[in-house]
């Protein structure tokens, strides 16, 4: 239950005679009731307020819940009467002092007043139609706003403003273009009257409250902030952990990362002895202050470019075999940003091409295990592991990354942490359109753990994240 829910509770609980006790020596509504009548016609004979015409007997099938035998069912009309404001434009308002209210409370200030008491104005028109405000002793009420006038000897003000807030007053406007409350309107809206003195304790009791209120609304608020916070901040936790080697222990029996280091090595080596690949220049040493925390021993810090096999489609290529030649049906879908989420490849439905243009560019055709990254535009640093035996093939904006030894799903995740995040885009080009260069790919910094605690790792995660998941849904 939010703050707004409790506060509703306790003003029914105060509507339905529940929240203070009942007095005999209070008297009765009844006799409440015949004063109000009087200090009313007193108020016609004093010009204060028009007569109104007689509003209806209230019959048992329109009460809506009992209340005490000691209170009273009236109508809205029998206790007040309702008058627009004054319209003040802005520029008619001169400077001043004085609050000027409209649908929705103070809109500026005068030096002029149209009122000279505290008095309960109510929105007329507009989207603040029916909204409650109290005016200070002197105070200007424009036209889109009603005066309100009662007997305040007989009805406690804030009493009558309480309760006429919980009756959503703006509920009962005139479905126009243009939402208005009329006198016509609420008049005749059933209104639970207690006797003078129980309005003055109930008032006292709900003003006791509201502090409360207003503290739990701040704890729920806080409450409300971190349940919402939580599980995107678990589930970076856990890949923060995992990519520290803090998720699962390390064990001597897996070896360590410079033996998998070695065993990538001679992968890419026997690639480049097969044509496949092109030999790159060399790497710089990744230097001491370039390692951005603290890994296990047994793992090893290198570069994507050293493990993996990065690329793209080029512009010019897209231009010249596929911009014209792609379909709504056909043997190989395309791959675009759209199809790339966190830890989700969707294949495209709606755009293909044939498997000679796919063919023609081998290079970005996905036919095995690999990272996808989005590179540039909206999206971008998503990764998704394409593992589809039907082929795909990349568009402009997205790039490939294929492992030399399959480490795809720990690649993945790592480049969905926190700390891979970082590492890709703090070269990143600002940008009308953001965007990362192959170049900038290439060079981020991967902790490398032993392919088998890899694997545990990946597994941990995979564990765990579904609760993060569910935490969200809920």
Same mark, same amino acid.
């Given at each position: ?29 009844? /006799? ?10 007193? !108020?016609?004979?004093?010009?204060? +307020? ?6 209806? /007997? ?26 627009? =404001? ?25 030096? /002029? ?9 109510? =929105? ?9 405000? !109290? ?16 007997? *305040? ?10 309760? !006429? ?48 209120? *207003? ?43 410079? /033996? ?14 097969? =044509? ?12 001491? *202050? ?35 030649? +792609? ?39 996905? *036919? ?20 589809? +035996? ?60 032993? !392919? ?23």
């Amino acid at each position: 239950m939010n703050a707004q829910d409790l506060k509703n509770s306790i003003l029914q609980l105060a509507v339905q005679g529940k929240l203070v006790e009942q007095r005999a020596e209070e008297g009765t509504a009844r /006799e409440l009731f015949e004063q109000i009548k009087l200090e009313k016609d007193q !108020l016609i004979k004093d010009k204060k +307020i028009k007569k109104s015409k007689p509003l209806p /007997e209230i019959t048992e099938d329109e009460i809506p819940f009992e209340i005490p035998e000691s209170w009273e069912w009236v109508r809205l009309g029998e206790l007040i009467s309702i008058e627009s =404001g004054k319209g003040l434009t802005s520029k008619d308002m001169k400077e001043g002092e004085i609050p000027v209210f409209g649908g929705n409370g103070i809109t500026g200030y005068h030096n /002029e007043a149209l009122v000279n008491k505290e008095t309960v104005v109510i =929105g007329r028109v507009g989207f603040y139609c029916g909204s409650v405000h !109290l005016t200070p002793k002197e105070a200007w009420v424009t036209d889109n706003a009603f005066i309100t006038t009662f007997p *305040d000897k007989s009805i406690d003000t804030k009493y009558l403003i309480y309760i !006429l807030r919980h009756m959503n007053l703006g509920k009962s406007h005139n479905a126009t273009a243009q939402p208005v409350v009329s006198g016509k309107k609420i008049y005749p809206l059933l209104f639970p009257l207690p006797p003078l003195e129980e309005q003055h304790r109930i008032v006292a009791k709900i003003e006791e409250i509201l502090p409360y209120i *207003d503290q739990y609304d701040k704890a729920y608020t806080k409450l409300e902030t971190f349940n919402k916070k939580f599980p995107e901040d678990m589930k970076k936790s856990i890949l923060q952990m995992a990519m520290q080697g803090k998720l699962v222990e390390q064990l001597p029996e897996e070896g360590t990362a410079d /033996e998998l280091y070695e065993q990538i090595v001679a992968e890419k080596a026997q690639l480049i002895k097969d =044509g496949k690949i092109k030999k790159e220049k060399p790497l710089p040493e990744i230097a001491e *202050d370039e390692i951005p925390f603290e890994i296990p021993s047994s793992w090893k810090w290198v570069y994507i470019n050293e493990i993996a096999f990065v690329t793209k489609l080029a512009g010019f290529e897209y231009t010249k075999y596929m911009a014209n030649s +792609i379909m709504p049906y056909g043997e190989v879908p395309i791959v675009r940003a759209k199809n790339i989420k966190p830890n989700s490849f969707r294949e495209n439905k709606s755009e293909f091409i044939t498997m000679e243009i796919s063919e023609k560019l081998s290079r970005c055709a996905l *036919d095995e295990k690999c990272v996808l990254m989005t590179f540039i535009g909206a999206g971008i640093g998503e990764v998704a592991v394409f593992d589809n +035996i039907r082929r795909n093939h990349l568009a402009p904006n997205v790039a490939k990354i294929v492992p030399y030894v399959d480490i795809n799903y720990f690649l993945m995740y790592y480049l969905m942490s926190a700390v891979g995040q970082a590492q890709v885009f703090q070269y990143m080009k600002q940008t009308a359109q953001p965007s990362l260069s192959m170049e900038v790919i290439r060079k981020v910094l991967v902790p490398l753990p032993p !392919l088998e605690e890899q694997q545990r790792i990946v597994a941990k995660i995979e564990e765990l994240l579904p609760y993060c998941d569910q935490l969200i849904k809920n």
